[in-house]
Structure formats: C-alpha cells, structure tokens
C-alpha cells in the first residue's frame, strides 16, 4: 500500500498573523513540503492543476519534473490532470516526457476540476464535462497505446497518422487514476478501461463513498478485469496532529474556521465527526485511517492534505514528520496484516519495481481495453 500526500497548491492567508505567501513562497514551500516526504518515507507527492488565484499549480508537470530531478524514490503525481479542459495530445507528450526524466516514477490521476470558469477559458463548455471526460480520456489512452492514430471525434480536430511523442518508457503508459467526489459516470469510466478510482473523500460521509467506491468495484468485475476485491482504489483524507490531541484542536481550529473551503460553516468538532478529517494525536489518525478499510474494502493509495489553509510552511513540515516517523510505520504493518491474498499492491512502473529489485504487482487489465464507456451501472 501506498502513503502519500497532495496540495490544492492554495495561497491562503494565515488567519493567525493575517499574512498570505507570495507565489514564489507557495512555489518553493510545495518543492521543500515534497522534499521532506521523500526525506521521512512516504511513497507519493501528489499535485493539483489550477489556473486561477488563489492557486498556484497551473504547470503540474514543470513542478514534478524539477521535483524528479531532486529526489529518487517518491512517486510523482497529480490529484488533478484536468482531462476536459487540457488537450489530451499536449498530456500525452507531457507525462510521457516526465515519465522518462522520472525513470517511471509518475503517475496521474483525471479529473474534471471544480472551478467552472475554466472551461470558457480553454475554449470548452461546462455543460459538457463528462462527454468531455469521455472522450479526451479515450483518446489519450489510444495515444499511449498505438503508435499511430487516426482519430475523429467531437471536440477536437481529427487526427491522421498522428504519432505522439516521446513514446511511453518501455512502452508502458503512466498509471492512470480517476478521481472523483460525486460522479458515477467517472467511476464507470476507471472501471471500463481497468485503470484506478481515486475518490477524494475529504468532503463526504462515509456512506457516499461506499457507495462510489461500491459501484466501481462491480463495474470492473463486470468489465473482466479481475475480481471486485482486486480493483484499485484510492483515498484522500485530511489531518492535523500533535502529541495531545486537544492542542491539536487548539492550534488547528483558527486555520478550519477560517479556510475558504469550508470555514464559517459547520462547526470543527461537527466536521470531523461527518468527514474523515481527523485533527487529533497521531494514534487517533492510525485509528481512524484503519477504518477506512470498513468502507470500501482493501485499497492501494491513502493521500492526505496537509499543506492548506494557511498553515505556514514550519508547521507542515511538522506534521510530515508525525506522518512519516510515527503514523505511516504503524498504518504499513497493520494494513499489510490484515490484506487478504490476492489483493494486488498499488501498480508502478515496471522500470520502478526493477529498480527496487521486486516484480510488478499492478492490478489485472492495467493495460485496459478500447472503445467508449457506457452507462453506469445501477449501485444496487
């Protein structure tokens, strides 16, 4: 199982002293918050893609590269890669190009992104984001897949004897996760082509996402890509940790109340009760993040925010070293002992697993299928 992070990459101001970072500060604090998770253990730094203020990553794959060239074990991600609003040729070459300077250290995960001015921005129409999804994600998998492509579709020009380039490492695209909060079209999509299903459920209660992850597992059985038990899942979570729990709550709560997400609403103690948002000690985060497990089953990626808000960058990486020192170690070993046989590892790169001198261990049908989704199916 994997551990990681990811960042909205947000320029929030800090509600104790009334001071917000500069861009640069954003840019480089991002760079040292994933310098330090390859430095306590974890597997995963993942990124957001924003193209507007307050946020700062608008060039995931500048970010990750500089970032690759910097460390040699953490996996390098997005917690977005905006699949209707980007053209699916410019990732293509993108990824596979971060791919080679990563020596396959990279992965990504699709989604539609929630700022709706976007899409008029880049040339799109909201109204049509999930036959945008469809049909830009059909496209880049076949881009990955074939050498050349003759194309034609509705939201692009054709292509003929398009050739994308550089070609995947090995010949092996990046693993793709799709992520998603509320849509089941989105998890239909991960399960027809075999890929992940990330649902980022920092937001929802647990019976939501049973159910999103619920329906993904039995439309990838359905697809004939393995049992619903061997589907890839992952996670988001949030946290906030100190040795005692209710100095965690005190330091915490100026930064809650006050977030643009979520402040001036329910109240903390409301929050984390109906979310999996856990401010507490770090034996209260290994408690909570176990049970997990109760909801939807044996998973492969768990990614936690902690970088939001307008927390400075020294408390941060305080909790990096919490996370990583004594939360992670506990989460590895009781997540390893309690996994059935036959539930696959989180998939990487088989350039990755050479390196590490272990086989691959990804999913049956990574390399997916062709062709168009279609309904998602019934949760019953």
């Known amino acids: 199982m994997q551990f990681g992070i990811f960042t909205v990459g947000d ?3 800090d509600p104790t002293n009334g001071r917000a970072p500069t861009e640069n500060e954003r840019i480089k604090a991002t760079v040292a918050i994933a310098l330090k998770a390859e430095e306590v253990g974890l597997d995963v730094f993942a990124t957001g893609e924003h193209h507007n203020p307050p946020f700062v990553p608008s060039s995931p794959t500048t970010m990750l590269g500089h970032i690759a060239a910097r460390t040699e074990n953490l996996i390098l991600s997005t917690s977005t890669t905006l699949i209707t609003t980007n053209d699916p040729v410019k990732i293509a070459e993108d990824y596979a190009m971060l791919q080679h300077l990563a020596d396959g250290r990279v992965d990504l995960m699709m989604g539609r992104g929630n700022t709706g001015p976007v ?10 984001g999930i036959p945008l ?7 880049l998998h076949k881009l990955w897949r074939e050498d050349v492509v003759d194309w034609e579709g509705k939201f692009r020009t054709p292509l003929q004897g398009f050739t994308s380039t550089p070609r995947p490492l090995d010949g092996v695209p990046p693993f793709v996760w799709h992520g998603s909060i509320r849509s089941p079209e989105i998890a239909e999509q991960a399960a027809f082509y075999g890929d992940g299903f990330f649902h980022n459920n920092i937001f929802w209660p647990a019976e939501h996402t049973r159910r999103m992850v619920a329906l993904y597992r039995k439309r990838y059985a359905h697809y004939g890509h393995g049992t619903p038990e061997q589907a890839v899942v992952g996670l988001g979570g949030q946290v906030f940790m100190r040795k005692n729990s209710q100095d965690a709550v005190r330091e915490f709560r100026p930064y809650f109340d006050n977030a643009p997400v979520y402040g001036h609403g329910p109240s903390l103690e409301d929050f984390t009760e109906q979310t999996p948002l856990t401010v507490g000690s770090p034996q209260q985060v290994i408690d909570r993040t176990l049970g997990f497990r109760e909801v939807v089953g044996d998973y492969q990626r768990q990614l936690f925010l902690m970088d939001h808000a307008g927390l400075p960058l020294k408390t941060v990486l305080e909790q990096l070293d919490i996370l990583g020192e004594e939360v992670v170690p506990v989460l590895r070993k009781e997540f390893a002992n309690l996994r059935p046989a036959g539930v696959p590892d989180a998939p990487v790169h088989p350039a990755v697993a050479a390196a590490r001198g272990n086989g691959t261990h990804g999913p049956a049908g990574t390399t997916g299928t062709t062709g168009t989704p279609g309904t998602p199916g019934k949760e019953d």
């Not at 899409?119 to 049509?128: E, L, T």
């Not at 999804?133 to 496209?139: G, P, R």
Request: glycine share 4%; charged share 15%.
């Open 119 to 128: 899409y008029p921005w880049f040339g799109q129409d909201i109204r049509q």
């Open 133 to 139: 999804a469809i049909e830009n994600y059909a496209l």
């Open 11 to 13: 320029v929030t101001t």
